[in-house]
């Protein structure tokens, strides 16, 4: 079974763009969660889709905002870019069946370098 | 504030030893607790997790050990080998809204196995 995928691997954008980060999940998992990896952070919640709806949101700024289609592939977007937004973005997905529904798969994530 | 903090930040071990790593938490509703993986550009991949109603579990060399009056939990590599050498990520999350909590993660332990 194939993992999780991310696209584009690696992404360089000026100030002020607005930037999208796609994420398809193992087939099957139908919740999809997006992760900011930095230095100085660590690993920071984002927010968590299921069936097209945003269930969970951490504690970042309106600027960062997901979708999340029928077939359970998930976008990111980031409007405004900041230097501070320079990190790896990672995507994770979930089963979402009884017993598991935390566990989840991260896949390579998308390298995003802010200038 | 920081709800999962993680110990030692960096750790040599010899070939064969022993290598531990703790994590503690703050947040009494976390009710999963996984460890992950994490080699030079890759994704986090889940190596082993443990729910609060049992206080060991082991799979293969891996051992997490979990003390739920002291909200502590620690990860055991047992015959540690080079190919161990990564990060290593502790994290918490818990249910709640209708959907899987994001995973609040430490900040990661850099361990080295020395030949």
């Known amino acids: 079974k194939a993992g999780v995928t991310q696209t584009p691997r690696y992404l360089i954008k000026t100030r002020g763009q607005q930037v999208t980060l796609s994420c398809s999940p193992i087939?099957?998992?139908?919740?999809v969660s997006w992760y900011q990896q930095t230095p100085g952070q660590g690993l920071q919640f984002l927010f968590e889709y299921f069936s097209e709806t945003q269930r969970n949101k951490g504690n970042f700024p309106g600027r960062f905002s997901g979708r999340q289609f029928s077939n359970s592939r998930s976008e990111m977007n980031v409007s405004t870019l900041e230097l501070g937004d320079s990190a790896l973005y990672l995507c994770a997905s979930s089963l979402v069946a009884s017993g598991n529904v935390n566990e989840q798969f991260f896949g390579p994530g998308t390298r995003l370098t802010v200038l | 504030q920081q709800q999962v903090k993680q110990s030692p930040q960096s750790l040599i071990v010899q070939k064969g030893g022993i290598s531990i790593i703790n994590c503690a938490y703050e947040?009494?509703?976390?009710?999963?607790f996984p460890w992950y993986q994490q080699f030079p550009g890759k994704g986090p991949a889940l190596l082993i997790a443990i729910r609060p109603d049992v206080s060991e579990k082991k799979e293969g060399r891996f051992t997490i050990s979990f003390n739920k009056s002291a909200k502590q939990f620690s990860l055991h590599i047992m015959d540690s080998q080079p190919g161990d050498s990564a990060t290593y990520f502790c994290?918490?999350?818990?249910?709640?809204?209708?959907?899987?909590?994001?995973?609040?993660f430490g900040k990661g332990t850099h361990l080295i196995i020395q030949p």
């Open positions: 994290a918490a999350s818990g249910y709640s809204g209708g959907g899987a909590d994001g995973l609040t």
């Open positions: 947040n009494t509703a976390f009710d999963y």
């Open positions: 087939s099957g998992h139908r919740s």
